[in-house]
């Protein structure tokens, strides 16, 4: 489990670009037959990755849930959401089985004790990403197919940003603590997402960027409006983003991303808009 801290505005604006990286991209997310883990002491997300390859991946045998959580299990005081974006796959979550085909999410409530992960083909493994968070109430456990998702068509093609905004875990799809998670596809041709740009200061969120060919690479924005940096994204990928920060990006091609938020809400268009001549 690898652990960062939070950083404040006034450090943020003096770190180097490997600080940055450092500090906020989380640059190797599935591993063959193991479970990574980013724990970040902002609102104390988990962002993570699992990839079963020669056999089925237990998430306890994974985390050293009393070192690292001080509790039983990982999911005693946690929820988990999670997003296959590999081959098909299982998950079996208290001794229930959910398939998981290419975009299917799952949502797990505290209390889940046992969690396992395979691929239903070992030459096309499933790639499990997931973000977990801190929890309070026993939710109902829920598999979201990728139709059963909230679709929202985003942008215009004149702005380069027309794309669909996937909502899986959110208000209107099942009801979790704080946990929010979804998956916005750019369409061909289209190369910005979440801009103009907004803030949320009662919420942080991790982008997570796939989709992206060998050759191209993507530039994700963050920082205070006034005071922007970038950070070089290349495939399966993702970057922590502070609550006080703007989160966009723009690729050298399209792409797909997942998002996950957290915090003091779940209200999804609570945000700070900023006028893009506004940004420095």
Not at 78 to 101: H, P, Q, S
Request: negative net charge.
């Amino acid at each position: 489990m690898d652990t960062r801290y939070s950083t404040g505005k006034d450090a943020f604006k003096h770190m180097t670009t490997q600080e940055l990286r450092d500090e906020f991209l989380v640059d190797r997310i599935f591993r063959p037959d193991e479970v990574s883990g980013v724990y970040s002491h902002i609102d104390r997300i988990v962002t993570m990755g699992a990839m079963p390859v020669a056999g089925e991946v237990d998430l306890e045998k994974n985390i050293d849930a009393m070192k690292d959580f001080g509790v039983e299990y990982f999911l005693q005081r946690r929820e988990i959401g999670m997003i296959n974006i590999g081959g098909d796959g299982y998950v079996i979550a208290d001794g229930k089985r959910y398939e998981l085909v290419s975009l299917d999410g799952l949502y797990l409530p505290m209390g889940t004790k046992n969690v396992s992960l395979g691929s239903n083909d070992a030459k096309k493994p499933a790639k499990f990403y997931m973000s977990s968070t801190p929890a309070h109430h026993a939710f109902e456990a829920k598999h979201i197919v990728f139709a059963d998702a909230k679709h929202v068509p985003a942008g215009n093609k004149a702005e380069s940003n027309e794309r669909v905004i996937n909502q899986y875990i959110h208000p209107d799809v099942l009801d979790t603590c704080q946990l929010s998670m979804g998956l916005t596809q750019l369409k061909e041709g289209n190369v910005w997402n979440t801009m103009p740009v907004h803030t949320h200061e009662r919420r942080m969120e991790v982008y997570f960027y796939f989709d992206i060919d060998a050759e191209q690479t993507l530039f994700h924005f963050f920082g205070e409006p006034n005071e922007t940096r970038h950070i070089v994204v290349h495939n399966e990928q993702a970057v922590i983003n502070p609550s006080w920060s703007i989160h966009s990006g723009v690729g050298t091609s399209n792409y797909t991303f997942i998002w996950s938020m957290c915090g003091e809400n779940r209200t999804y268009t609570d945000m700070d808009h900023v006028a893009t001549k506004d940004l420095r």
